[in-house]
C-alpha cells in the first residue's frame, strides 16, 4: 500500500488519536509540519471520487494497523542516513512523537558510527574493523562513550520531546540497562580480539517498561558493562547498535523491531527488492550467496530477534522520508509494512 502524503498520515494519525483513548504527551502549540499537513492535506477531502476512495482506504488500512499495534512494543534501532541527515532526523523524532500519541511504546536504540569516526580522527586514535565490527580499545571505547551517550543520545531524545513526544536519553551503563561480555570475532579455530567490544547477554527490561508505562520512549545508547558479580563488571562496553536492538527487541517480546538504515532492503541477484522472507527463506540466499558480505550480519541480527520471539523484523530504508510512519502504519492488520521501504523478517 502506498500512503499518500507523509504530512497527510501526521495529520490523520492525530485525529485518530485525538478520538481513541490512546496515549497522548500534552503539546502546547502545533509543530510547523503539523500546521502545514493542515493546508497540504485539504484535497483529500475533495469531491474527486477517485481521491476518496484512496482517502477511505488509508484511512481503514491505518486505523486497522493502529488497532493491533495498539499498547505495544516497537523497537527501533536508528542509524545510517537517517541519522546523518538533518531533515530525515526532524522527520524521525515527529514519527516517534505521532507514534506515542496513537498508544504503541516506542524504544529507540541507536547508533552514531560517523560522528565517532570524526571525533576519533579529531584526537587522533586509530580505530579499524574486523568482521563489521568496530575494534574497541579503552580510547576507542572512551571516545565513543563520549559521543554516543553525549550530545548523539541527548539530541534524539530532546528532537522527540520538541515534536511532541516524551523521551529519555540513557545509556547501557544507566540502571545496568545492558549488562555484556566480551565479544570475540573471527571463528572458534581463529578467535580475534575484538577488545572491548560486548555481547549483551543481560537486558533491564523492568527499567525499559517502567519508563514505557509512563508513557516514555527509552532513548538507548550502545554503551554497556560487565555483568554484575563478574571481575568485568566495571569495563566498559562498546555495543554494535544492531546487535543491541535486536537482542532488546527479543527480551521485551516486542511486536517489531525495526533497523533503520542506509540500504533499500534484501536483494536479489537481479537487484530487486526482496519485500518479504522467512529465516528459512534467509539461510537459502546465504547459502547460494544471493546475500553476501555486510549484509550477512544485518539479516543475521533481524533473523535472532524473530527467534527470540519478535513477530516481525524490518530492515528498512531510513532515507525514506517519514520511514519509521510507514513501516507501522502501512502494513494493516497483518503488519507486514509498505511493501516499498525494505525487507521484512518473519519466522
Not at 513526544?165 to 555484556?180: E, I, K, T, V, Y
Not at 550480519?297 to 522520508?321: H, M
Request: net charge negative; hydrophobic share 40%.
Amino acid at each position: 500500500m502506498k500512503l499518500f502524503s507523509a504530512s497527510s498520515i501526521i495529520l490523520l494519525a492525530a485525529t485518530i488519536a485525538s478520538s481513541s483513548h490512546a496515549f497522548a504527551p500534552s503539546i502546547s502549540s502545533p509543530s510547523s509540519l503539523h500546521q502545514k499537513s493542515v493546508s497540504t492535506s485539504t484535497s483529500l477531502f475533495s469531491s474527486d471520487s477517485s481521491s476518496s476512495s484512496s482517502f477511505a482506504e488509508n484511512v481503514i488500512t491505518i486505523a486497522s494497523s493502529i488497532s493491533s499495534l495498539k499498547g505495544q512494543t516497537v523497537v527501533v534501532k536508528y542509524g545510517g542516513n537517517a541519522m546523518t541527515t538533518p531533515e530525515l532526523a526532524t522527520l524521525f523524532c515527529q514519527d516517534v512523537a505521532t507514534l506515542q500519541k496513537l498508544g504503541l511504546r516506542i524504544v529507540v536504540v541507536h547508533g552514531g558510527g560517523p560522528m565517532i569516526n570524526a571525533m576519533l580522527e579529531k584526537v587522533g586514535v586509530e580505530s579499524r574493523f574486523e568482521g563489521g565490527m568496530r575494534v574497541s580499545t579503552e580510547e576507542v571505547v572512551d571516545v565513543a562513550a563520549m559521543v554516543l551517550s553525549g550530545n548523539v543520545n541527548k539530541n534524539i531524545s530532546s528532537g522527540i520531546s520538541q515534536a511532541g513526544g516524551r523521551a529519555l536519553g540513557l545509556s547501557g551503563r544507566d540502571d545496568a540497562l545492558l549488562q555484556c561480555e566480551k565479544l570475540w570475532g573471527g571463528s572458534e579455530d581463529d578467535k580475534i580480539d575484538l577488545g572491548n567490544v560486548g555481547q549483551v547477554k543481560v537486558v533491564n527490561t523492568d527499567l525499559i517498561n517502567q519508563l514505557l508505562d509512563a508513557g516514555i520512549s527509552p532513548v538507548i545508547a550502545p554503551i554497556g558493562m560487565g555483568c554484575k558479580g563478574q571481575e568485568d563488571e566495571s569495563v566498559v562496553y562498546n555495543i554494535n547498535a544492531d546487535v543491541a536492538a535486536g537482542r532488546i527487541a527479543g527480551e521485551l517480546k516486542a511486536a517489531r523491531v525495526l533497523f533503520l538504515t542506509d540500504i533499500a532492503g534484501v536483494l536479489d541477484k537481479e537487484m530487486t527488492l526482496l519485500k518479504s522472507l522467512s529465516c528459512d527463506d534467509i539461510d537459502d540466499l546465504i547459502g547460494d550467496e544471493t546475500i553476501t558480505g555486510g549484509m550477512i550480519p544485518k539479516v543475521t541480527y533481524a533473523t535472532d530477534a524473530v527467534k527470540l520471539g519478535v513477530q516481525g523484523a524490518f530492515i528498512t530504508d531510513g532515507r525514506v522520508p517519514h520511514a519509521l510512519l510507514n513501516e507501522i502504519l502501512a502494513g494493516g492488520e497483518n503488519g507486514l509494512g509498505s511493501g516499498e521501504g525494505g525487507t521484512v523478517v518473519t519466522l
